[in-house]
């Protein structure tokens, strides 16, 4: 992990992940300019959302799509919202 006050040299080469599972650590839903919002009464549970979502932030609990989104982590791309066939996701402005 590179620190304040580390020289040029000391920084990794770029695109190399140095430790297994390190994204937890990078909170990105600060990128975001929509945010997905799911409606539970529309949902059919078929959990394409959560299985085409490339941050992991769609949530699910015991096989049931949680209406609990990872803001965290949550980009706002919209590949929720687009693959949804009832249209249970809709992404609305930050």
Known sequence: MVKPGDGYKDIPIGGLILDAGNAKEYKT???RTKKPILDKEKCINCHLCWAFCPDISILSEDGVVSDQIDYDHCKGCGICANE?????IEMVKE
């Open 84 to 88: 949804c066939p009832v249209n249970a």
């Open 29 to 31: 839903g600060g990128w």
